[in-house]
C-alpha cells in the first residue's frame, strides 16, 4: 500500500496511543504526509517520531478541537506547513458514562457530543475549503455501537448515530464540491485498553486473559478481534483513490461481530 496516499497531506485527530496512531502511521506507510492533533503533546511527539522512521513528514499541534480558536490554528498550521490537505480523518472521541438514560447527567451527555458530533462538524467546516481544492475526503471514526442496543450504553449510541447523521449528510452537501465523506465503525479493538480490560476480567473470574479472548472472539465470524492496523488500513482506503467513486457509506471493521 506504499503509493495509496503517495504525496497526500492526512490530517488525524485525536492522536494517541491507540487507533489514532495506526492511522497516522499507516498513512504514513501508504506515503502520506500527517498532521497529527491531539491535546498530549507528549503523544503526538511519539507518533511524529514514528512516522519520521518511515521517510515521511509529520507536524503536530496540540489542539482541544472542543475549542473554535484551537481547533482553527489546527487548520492553519497544516496549510502553513503542507499548503494543502487531501484527508481529515475525525478520530477523537469521548464515551459518555455507561450507564442508563434515565439515570444519567444530561450534561454528561451534552459533553458527549461536543466531542463526538459537533468538534467533528468543526474541524470538517474549517478544512472544507482545502479539501475542495485537492478533491479531498474526510473520514468519520464511528462505532459498532450503532449496530446494538444494549443497555447503558444509550448516551454513547445517541452521539454516534447522530455522527453518522453527520457525515451522511456532510457527503450530501459536499459532494458537488468533489468531497466524499465516509464512516468507520470499529467494534473490538485489540489494543492496550482493551488488553487491560480483558485481564481484569480475567482476574476477576480467576482464568487467564486468553480464556477471555477466545470466549469473546468464538463469538464474531473470523474467531479473533480486530487489531488497530487493520481498521487503520480501511481508514487509508476510504481517503485513497480506490473510494473515489465511494461516499454517504459507513464500512463496518469488525471481523463479523456484526452484519450490515
Not at 43 to 54: F, N
Not at 160 to 188: C, D, F, H, M, T
Request: with cysteine; glycine share 6%; charged share 25%.
Amino acid at each position: 500500500m506504499t503509493d495509496l496516499l503517495r504525496d497526500k497531506v492526512v490530517v488525524v485527530s485525536g492522536v494517541g496511543p491507540g487507533l489514532g496512531r495506526s492511522i497516522a502511521v499507516r498513512s504514513a506507510a501508504a506515503g502520506a504526509d500527517v498532521v497529527l492533533a491531539a491535546r498530549t503533546e507528549s503523544r503526538l511527539a511519539e507518533v511524529a517520531k514514528e512516522v519520521d522512521a518511515l521517510g515521511r513528514r509529520a507536524v503536530t499541534v496540540p489542539t482541544d478541537i472542543t475549542d473554535d480558536t484551537s481547533a482553527a490554528n489546527l487548520a492553519e498550521a497544516a496549510l502553513k506547513a503542507f499548503g494543502r490537505v487531501d484527508a481529515l480523518v475525525n478520530n477523537a472521541f469521548a464515551i459518555p458514562p455507561i450507564m442508563d438514560l434515565a439515570d444519567v447527567d444530561l450534561a454528561d451527555v451534552r459533553a458527549g457530543f461536543e466531542t463526538n458530533v459537533l468538534a467533528a462538524l468543526r474541524l470538517t467546516r474549517l478544512f472544507t475549503p482545502s479539501l475542495e481544492e485537492s478533491g479531498g475526503s474526510v473520514v468519520m471514526i464511528n462505532s459498532a455501537v450503532l449496530r446494538h442496543s444494549r443497555r447503558t450504553f444509550g448516551a454513547y449510541k445517541m452521539a454516534k448515530a447522530s455522527l453518522l447523521a453527520l457525515a451522511q449528510s456532510l457527503a450530501s452537501e459536499l459532494g458537488p464540491r468533489g468531497i466524499r465523506v465516509n464512516s468507520v465503525a470499529p467494534g473490538y479493538i485489540w489494543a492496550d485498553s482493551l488488553k487491560w480490560y480483558f485481564a481484569y476480567l480475567a482476574k476477576e473470574r480467576g482464568v487467564p486473559p486468553e480464556q477471555v479472548y477466545a470466549e469473546t472472539a468464538e463469538t464474531i465470524d473470523l474467531r479473533r478481534l480486530p487489531e488497530p492496523d487493520e481498521i487503520a488500513d480501511t481508514v487509508v482506503f476510504l481517503a485513497s483513490s480506490l473510494a473515489r467513486c465511494v461516499t454517504g457509506q459507513c464500512l463496518d471493521v469488525n471481523a463479523g461481530e456484526y452484519h450490515h
